[in-house]
C-alpha cells in the first residue's frame, strides 16, 4: 500500500508550522529535496542504505527526510560511539553522511511522492543491554503504526510540541521526529540533555506540550526545579519502570506521567501505562515471557516477537513489567527479579539510583549485591535493614557498593553487565 510522502503533505496543509526547531515544514521540504538531488548527484537511489552519522537536530532530520524523499534506507549512528564501533555499523552502506553533502551537480531526479508501507525506511540498531547492538528493519508501516498508536494512548493536540532529548539514533528519540512529521505537528530537538535547558523551556508558557524522557532524566529534571509546567501534558517515560518513589515526586510536582513499554523491534512503544497499543497484541508465554505482535513489529521478527522480558498482567488488565528474563537471579533455589530489589531500594529517601546483580556463591550459586548511587548520606547496614523490612530474606542483597552514577546505554537502560 502506498500512503503520500509525510513530508510533501504536512508542507502543503502547514507550511508555516514549525517542523523542526526553528526550522518550517515548507522550509524543511525545500532543504530535503535538495539534499535529495545532491545524494542522487552521488549515486544514491531508491533501497540504498546511507549512515546518518549527524548530531541530533536540524540537519540530520533534514538529511532523514532527504532519504525517505529518495526511498534510501536511513542507517542513523550513535555520533558518541567510538570510531570502530561506528565503522562496524557504516559497513555496507553506499553512502555516510557526516556532514554537509557536496556534489559536484544537483542531480534531477524524481522524489518519491509517496511511501510504500511494506518498504523498509529505517535501520535503528538495538541500544545492546545484553550484548552487540543488533540492526532492526523498520517499515514505513511500522512507524505508521506506531504513530497512530501513540495519538490513541496519548491523544493529539493540533499544536503539539514534542521535546526531545533522547538520541535520535535510537527508536525513542527517532520516533518522535517521524510521529511529529505524520502529525505535522513540531519536534524539538535538543542535541543532548540538559538539565537546566530542558526545565527552563518546560517551564516556560509557550513550552512543549509531550516530553519523552528516561528515570534519570525525570529524576534530574524535578531536582533542577520542574514543577507545574504550564503547557506539559504527558511526560512519556520509557527505559526503565518508573519507581513508586519517582511517581511520587513526579506527581507532587504535577508532572504527568505515561509510562511506556518498548523495543526497537516494535518500533518504540509497546505498551502505554500498561495498556497495549492500537492493534498491538500482548500475551504471556507460559514461564511469563511478553510475546508481542501486530504491525508495528519488524517484519524480520518473523510474526511473533519474544521480547525476552517478563511481565504479569494486573487485575485491570494491565501489564506489569517485572524485568529482563535474562537479569534473573536465581539464589538459594528462588528466583529473583533484580528490577524489583531495584525499586525498594529506589524508595530510600537517600537512594537516587540503584543497579541490582548477581556474583558468584559457593553457598547461594548467585548471591544479590547492590550498586547504589546516593542523593545523601546514607550507610550499607541502613539499606539492609530498610530492604529486610520490605522484602522476603532471599531478596535482600547481601553486599552493598556505592558508585557516583550507573552504566547505562545511550538510551537511558541500565548496562546491568557492566555492574559486575
Known amino acids: 500500500m502506498i500512503v503520500d510522502s509525510w513530508l510533501v503533505n504536512a508542507a502543503q496543509r502547514s507550511p508555516a508550522r514549525r517542523a523542526v526547531n526553528e526550522l518550517t515544514y515548507s522550509d524543511l521540504l525545500v532543504r530535503a529535496d535538495l539534499m535529495a538531488r545532491r545524494l542522487a548527484g552521488r549515486g544514491v537511489g531508491p533501497g540504498d542504505r546511507v549512515a546518518l552519522v549527524l548530531p541530533p537536530g536540524d540537519e540530520f532530520c533534514i538529511a532523514l527526510h532527504a532519504l525517505f524523499r529518495l526511498g534510501a534506507v536511513a542507517v542513523p549512528v550513535d555520533v558518541r560511539l567510538h570510531a570502530a564501533e561506528r565503522s562496524e555499523i557504516t559497513r555496507g552502506a553506499k553512502e555516510v553522511v557526516d556532514g ?164 526497537t523491534e516494535a518500533c518504540s512503544q509497546v505498551t502505554t501505562n500498561g495498556a497495549p497499543l492500537f492493534c498491538t497484541r500482548v500475551r504471556l508465554a507460559e514461564d511469563g515471557e511478553i510475546m508481542v505482535s501486530g504491525p508495528t513489529v519488524s517484519p524480520g521478527v518473523g510474526g511473533e516477537l519474544a521480547t525476552g522480558d517478563l511481565g504479569e498482567f494486573m487485575a485491570d488488565g494491565a501489564l506489569r513489567i517485572e524485568g529482563r528474563k535474562a537479569d534473573t537471579i536465581i539464589s538459594g533455589g528462588e528466583n529473583v527479579a533484580p528490577a524489583e530489589v531495584e ?54 542483597p547481601k553486599a552493598f557498593s556505592f558508585a557516583a552514577f550507573l552504566p547505562r546505554t545511550p538510551s537511558g537502560k541500565l548496562l546491568r553487565r557492566s555492574l559486575r
Open 343 to 396: 525499586a525498594v531500594l529506589e524508595a530510600h529517601p537517600m537512594v537516587a539510583e540503584a543497579g541490582v546483580h548477581a556474583i558468584d556463591d559457593p553457598d547461594w550459586g548467585e548471591a544479590i549485591v547492590a550498586t547504589v548511587v546516593a542523593r545523601g548520606p546514607v550507610t550499607e547496614d541502613e539499606l539492609y535493614e530498610w530492604c529486610a523490612d520490605r522484602l522476603a530474606r532471599y531478596k535482600v
Open 100 to 263: 554537509p553533502v557536496i556534489a559536484a551537480e544537483d542531480h534531477e531526479v524524481e522524489l518519491a511522492g509517496g511511501h510504500d508501507l511494506d518498504a523498509t525506511a529505517v535501520i535503528v540498531h538495538t541500544s545492546g543491554t545484553s550484548g552487540r547492538p543488533r540492526p532492526i528493519e523498520l517499515t514505513y508501516g511500522n512507524w505508521l503504526w506506531s504513530a497512530l498508536g501513540s495519538a490513541v494512548a496519548l491523544g493529539l493536540d493540533p499544536e503539539e510540541r514534542w521535546l526531545c532529548t533522547l538520541p535520535l539514533a535510537h527508536v525513542g528519540g527517532l520516533s518522535i521526529v517521524i510521529r511529529s512529521a505524520i502529525y505535522a505537528t513540531t519536534a524539538i530537538v535538543h542535541e543532548r540533555f540538559d538539565a537546566e535547558r530542558a526545565c527552563d523551556l518546560l517551564m516556560d508558557e509557550e513550552g512543549p506540550t509531550v516530553v519523552s524522557v528516561v528515570p534519570t532524566t525525570l529524576q534530574r529534571l524535578l531536582d533542577a526545579g520542574l514543577r507545574t509546567p504550564p503547557r506539559l501534558r504527558w511526560a512519556l517515560l520509557g527505559g526503565a519502570p518508573i519507581t513508586n518513589a519517582l511517581q511520587g515526586r513526579a506527581a507532587a510536582a504535577r508532572v504527568r506521567v505515561a509510562a511506556t513499554y518498548g523495543m
